[in-house]
C-alpha cells in the first residue's frame, strides 16, 4: 500500500471557505473547499494528482517539510489582513486512487478498414483486448 503524507496550511478566506497549500517543492499543490470538510476533500484530490504527474514524469516526489502557517501568509503577501489558518497533514492511498482513477476504462471510438473488420469477427476476436494488448507493446516498445 502506498500511502503519501504530506503537511497543508489552510488558510481561513476572509469571504469564507479554505484555501489549501502544500509546501513550495510539491509543484502543483494548492486547491480550496467551501467548508474544511470539502478542502481537505479537495486536498486529498490534489494531492493525488500531484502524485499522478511526479509518476507519470518519472520524478521523485520531494520529502515531506514541516511548514509554518505565519511563514506561508509572509510568502504569499497576506501579512497583516487577518489571515488565520494551521497545518494540518493530508494522506493518500495512491494505490486505490490510481485504481478508481486511471485504471477504470474509458471508451473509444476508432475506425479501421472493412476488411479488417470482417476478417476480426469471422476470428471472434476481442477488439478492446486486441487494442490494449497493441498499445501496451507499442508503449514498452518506445520505453514508456
Known amino acids: 500500500m502506498a500511502v503519501y503524507t504530506y503537511p497543508a496550511c489552510f488558510l481561513e478566506e476572509p469571504e469564507g471557505g479554505y484555501s489549501v497549500i502544500f509546501q ?13 470538510e470539502e478542502a481537505m476533500k479537495m486536498a486529498m484530490e ?24 505565519n511563514k506561508v501568509i509572509k510568502k ?4 497583516g489582513q487577518g489571515y488565520k489558518g494551521f497545518i494540518n ?16 476504462s474509458v471508451k473509444k471510438t476508432l475506425t479501421i478498414p472493412r476488411s479488417l473488420d470482417i476478417k476480426a469477427k ?23
Not at 513550495?24 to 474544511?36: A, E, F, N, P, R
Not at 469471422?122 to 514508456?144: C, D, H, P, R, Y
Request: aromatic letters at 6%; hydrophobic letters at 30%.
Open 46 to 69: 490534489c494531492l493525488s494528482l500531484v502524485i499522478e504527474q511526479y509518476t507519470e514524469d518519472g520524478k521523485v516526489l520531494p520529502k515531506p517539510k514541516e511548514m509554518d502557517v
Open 24 to 36: 513550495d517543492s510539491l509543484v502543483g499543490g494548492g486547491t480550496c473547499g467551501k467548508t474544511i
Open 89 to 104: 497533514y493530508v494522506s493518500v492511498d495512491y494505490e486505490s486512487y490510481a485504481k478508481e482513477h486511471l485504471e477504470k
Open 122 to 144: 469471422k476470428l471472434g476476436l476481442n477488439f478492446s483486448q486486441v487494442l490494449q494488448e497493441a498499445l501496451t507493446q507499442k508503449i514498452k516498445s518506445q520505453g514508456k
Open 76 to 79: 504569499l503577501g497576506l501579512e
